[in-house]
């Protein structure tokens, strides 16, 4: 993206560093849309043994929640630097707050769209959605750890 920040290099990032972080945190859509470039700079000043929590403010349960959050090392911090460091010279990247930003000042709304996109370029099987990626981790947790475990 770097060398040729064509848009779709920015869809195809994206896609891939959603998918990953879907994976694992089953976070929806809306999470990752709201993620902020100030949230994810404060996550360097509270960096803690090489972790970094970025904590989004703005989701749908965070009345009820708090903060959603992305706990991540060195490396997967540095894949987050490195786009800002470019974002610049991508169109739409000096106006926006957001890190996940299109060619206009809001967020972006089709981070579905590029996740599967990135799903399939994987060589994995479906079209899984945020939902079906919060769903089987939801029901994985449930099925696997006791209550105790869970309340922790």
């Given at each position: 993206?770097?060398?040729?920040?064509?848009?779709?290099?920015?869809?195809?990032?994206?896609?891939?560093?959603t998918t990953y972080w879907a994976s694992i945190y089953g976070h929806r859509s809306g999470v990752f849309q709201n993620l902020t470039i100030q949230e994810v700079e404060e996550a360097r000043q509270r960096a803690s043994e090489g972790c970094f929590v970025i904590e989004i403010l703005a989701h749908k349960t965070n009345q009820a929640f708090g903060a959603a959050q992305l706990a991540l090392d060195q490396e997967e911090y540095v894949w987050l630097e490195q786009f800002l460091s470019i974002r610049s010279t991508l169109v739409g990247g000096n106006d926006t707050k957001y890190f996940f930003f299109t060619s206009k000042p809001s967020s972006c709304k089709n981070l579905n769209q590029y996740f599967q996109e990135a799903w399939a370029s994987m060589g994995l099987p479906g079209t899984p959605t945020f939902t079906d990626m919060?769903?089987?981790?939801?029901?994985?947790?449930?099925n696997t750890h006791t209550p105790e475990e869970i309340d922790c």
């Open positions: 993206m770097k060398s040729d920040p064509e848009k779709k290099h920015q869809w195809s990032f994206y896609g891939h560093l919060r769903t089987t981790i939801a029901t994985h947790a449930k």
